[in-house]
């Protein structure tokens, strides 16, 4: 947590360094599944990396533990958070919220549905979250939404009864809303249509644009070619520790 | 724990949200003569945090929110308050009409039965009522008129301000408890189980009121429930409990997510999939 | 003290002895309930054995009492424990208020203003005024000692909201040296004010729940009310029909099985020494007025007899 005098276009905004990852399951013996082991990573400002690998190699439990949503067993994953870097892996729960309110945003596979909250909230609460007023946020949520094709008419109901693909779109919607110089995606086109893709895709080169640093996993080859600048390679392992 | 180990290197690491916690818990223990109610409970709580505390029937943890609040003598421990009035507070040293005054003021308690926690024999206006006029409302229009302000924020018909909560469905009475208690902006509210024993449509509904007005007043909050679906939505971190003690903690996504400890595995394997 | 001092009156001295110790207590703390270890009295619980206690510790020799049950001298209630107190103690008693030094009553402060160095005793049912919103024993008495009296709001929260006004008429909850908070007995509301700064010493003593409190003279007590809604004492739109006093508080009276009224003092010493003063009501010349006015009489013959 120091302050870093690097100019802006080559700051790097993640620093992931010597990362490990075991899930132990109880339930199931204490079976032990070793993910990964002195994993080192570092994005740039302004820069797309997606995680490549084929599956089981612990790409989106890699993204899980930059968001600190998975925890690590060793390493660190330090996030310019303002002018300090804040480790994720061991900072206290209120700095981490803190981070993830104001400095990344995680686009998950799937929307968590909250009960009776219409859609339209569902994309604004980070800017409220954010500190932006309740106007502000519902009308940029509204152009975000209307981008990427969700019909008004749907803004005021709960996103429960969606379609998976309008789900994914209120997710992508709920990521993007808050102009958040972090990004981690997860798969956010797999269930979307070409159209819908190509919104996807523009806003994720407008966030680059604007300076965010972007890790995703992304499916398709296609997607992958758009928008990474670089691919970070995880190979499987195969021993049990 | 790590997380201990990042805030010792830099305690100014985020100002906005460094500043002295609301509540530090340590070492806190209580038994009921030979039986363990909880024990080595330390945490601490900073403003606007939702802490939820989860586990099984009688692992600790309606104990151990008797002793936060300061309704229960623990046998070990002491529970740090930083009053907004009085500054840093030994909660079970204060004499008891500040705790009292706490209660009514900077604290508020939600039980899990309505009807322990509402006065059955009067109107709903005079239940939300009771707290401002206990810390000296004496404008009858005034306290009327706060009275159908929060009904309305709790979502019941303006038209009920008269009548008793005896009639009053449990939703309702849950709704009206959770005025009750709000109605004076306390900081630091405890629940007790605040979504048990009511309908899954009507539990879903004041989920999600609980949590617009947590997050819209700001207030810190520690909820027991059972219920990991509740915890997921309205607690930011977890401590899960089992035969008094916390056996796991962390960010409520991380607990929930990629729980660590067999009995949170246990836990959240048997629940979830509901 | 002579040595027959020891034994006057019904109560034996170590229990006179005892009162009066919570008696000063009481007078110590103005409107806190203290515990006395109450007696069995010859009268059932209900008919003023906590006043009765109070005034046998401390009626003397020389004391004049007058007693007195809604004002009036004359009901069974008052004519029993006065004759009582006649019989163990042999005091003077009279029915005119400035006459008396003692005055045992129940549910009614006289109309004639009571001055320094008399004694009002007040006889109570109920001495717990959070008793109707708090049934725990345990519970009031940390209200009290917390000064915890919000509940006693939300009582009247309740009427306002049930009745558009305060609609509590009698027992209406004071608060007693900015201290305690408490019952007045059931007397009417229209009392109250009488009872604030008064010149003269007022005790309380409840039978069955064994309590005794106390207003010591001078002492402020103000009912409890709301901003928007003040405290306001009962008024009627009427004169006494015997004595036509517009001041007092009234009786309505009802006369015959026709609708016949009469709206008269309840305070029947006060109506009674305004008559005999020439006062004289809108009514005073009616057939139900001479028939009320004879009954009051036979009753006067009989307490004549009774003082006898």
Aim: net charge neutral; hydrophobic share 40%.
């Amino acid at each position: 947590m120091t302050h870093d005098p690097t100019p802006a276009a080559a700051r790097p905004m993640i620093r992931a360094e010597g990362l490990g990852k075991t899930f132990v399951l109880h339930t199931q013996g204490g079976a032990r599944i070793p993910v990964f082991e002195g994993l080192d990573l570092t994005v740039h400002a302004g820069e797309c990396i997606g995680l490549h690998g084929p599956s089981g190699t612990g790409k989106s439990t890699l993204l899980r533990a930059l968001y600190a949503n998975y925890r690590l067993d060793t390493g660190h994953v330090w996030v310019r958070h303002g002018p300090d870097w804040v480790d994720m892996a061991t900072a206290p729960a209120r700095v981490v919220l803190d981070v993830r309110r104001r400095t990344v945003g995680h686009v998950s596979q799937f929307l968590r549905v909250i009960p009776r909250v219409p859609a339209l909230d569902v994309v604004a609460e980070p800017l409220r979250l954010r500190g932006a007023s309740e106007a502000e946020a519902r009308a940029r949520a509204g152009a975000l939404l209307t981008r990427l094709n969700i019909p008004e008419r749907l803004w005021s109901l709960a996103p429960a009864t969606f379609s998976g693909g309008e789900q994914q779109r209120v997710n992508v919607a709920r990521g993007f809303v808050a102009d958040v110089p972090i990004l981690l995606l997860d798969e956010p086109t797999a269930s979307l249509d070409n159209d819908n893709r190509d919104v996807v895709l523009a806003l994720i080169t407008e966030a680059k644009q604007a300076g965010a640093a972007v890790v995703g996993i992304f499916h398709d080859a296609a997607v992958r070619a758009a928008v990474c600048d670089r691919l970070f390679t995880l190979t499987p392992r195969t021993e049990a520790a | 724990m790590t997380a201990a180990c990042a805030a010792t290197r830099d305690p100014q690491a985020v100002p906005a949200t460094a500043a002295a916690p609301l509540l530090a818990v340590e070492g806190l223990g209580k038994w009921y003569g030979p039986r363990l109610g909880c024990r080595d409970v330390s945490f601490t709580l900073h403003p606007g945090e939702v802490l939820g505390v989860v586990g099984e029937s009688g692992s600790g943890k309606t104990t151990l929110l008797g002793c936060l609040s300061g309704g229960l003598t623990p046998t070990t421990g002491r529970v740090a308050y930083h009053s907004e009035a009085w500054g840093p507070a030994d909660v079970h040293a204060l004499p008891e009409g500040r705790r009292r005054l706490l209660m009514r003021t900077e604290w508020g308690f939600v039980r899990q039965n309505p009807r322990d926690g509402l006065r059955l024999g009067v109107s709903a206006g005079a239940n939300i009522g009771e707290r401002p006029m206990a810390v000296g409302a004496r404008h009858y229009g005034h306290i009327r008129a706060r009275a159908l302000d929060w009904l309305s924020r709790v979502e019941i018909d303006p038209a009920r301000l008269d009548d008793r909560p005896a009639s009053f469905s449990g939703g309702m009475q849950q709704r009206l408890q959770i005025a009750r208690v709000l109605v004076n902006g306390p900081r630091l509210v405890f629940m007790d189980e605040p979504t048990g024993g009511l309908d899954v449509s009507v539990q879903a509904r004041l989920l999600d009121l609980l949590r617009d007005l947590v997050a819209r007043l700001g207030l810190s909050a520690v909820i027991v429930t059972h219920d990991l679906a509740v915890a997921r939505l309205l607690a930011h971190r977890l401590m899960v409990m089992k035969d008094g003690r916390v056996v796991e903690e962390g960010l409520t996504d991380q607990v929930l997510d990629d729980p660590h400890h067999p009995y949170t595995q246990l836990l959240v394997s048997s629940v979830l999939q509901a | 003290m002579s040595a027959d001092a020891i034994t006057f009156g019904y109560l034996d001295d170590q229990t006179k002895r005892m009162i009066r110790r919570a008696l000063l207590k009481a007078v110590a703390i103005p409107g806190y309930q203290v515990p006395f270890a109450g007696r069995e009295m010859p009268l059932p619980y209900g008919w003023g054995t906590g006043g009765i206690q109070v005034t046998a510790s401390i009626i003397g020799r020389d004391d004049v009492l007058k007693v007195i049950d809604q004002g009036a001298d004359d009901t069974t209630n008052a004519v029993s424990i006065r004759r009582f107190f006649r019989r163990v103690t042999g005091v003077a008693a009279t029915e005119k208020t400035a006459e008396a030094t003692l005055i045992q009553t129940r549910h009614r402060i006289p109309e004639t203003p009571l001055t320094t160095g008399q004694i009002l005793i007040y006889q109570v049912p109920i001495p717990e005024p959070l008793r109707s919103m708090e049934p725990r024993e345990t519970e009031t008495r940390k209200m009290h000692a917390l000064a915890d009296y919000g509940v006693m709001h939300v009582k009247l929260y309740e009427d306002i909201a049930r009745h558009g006004r305060i609609a509590t008429a009698y027992d209406y909850p004071v608060r007693v040296n900015g201290r305690h908070v408490m019952a007045p007995s059931p007397i009417p509301k229209f009392d109250n004010p009488k009872m604030h700064n008064a010149p003269f010493l007022q005790l309380f003593g409840a039978g069955r729940e064994k309590r005794l409190y106390a207003i010591p003279p001078y002492t402020s007590v103000v009912s409890l009310d709301f901003e928007d809604h003040p405290f306001e004492v009962q008024r009627w739109d009427r004169v006494c029909d015997l004595c036509g006093a517009g001041d007092s508080y009234l009786d309505e009276v009802v006369t015959d099985d026709t609708g016949g009224r009469l709206f008269v003092c309840s305070d029947s010493e006060y109506c009674t020494t305004r008559r005999d003063a020439g006062h004289r009501g809108p009514a005073a010349d009616s057939t139900a007025a001479g028939a009320l006015g004879a009954t009051l009489s036979a009753v006067a013959r009989d307490r004549t007899e009774d003082r006898a």
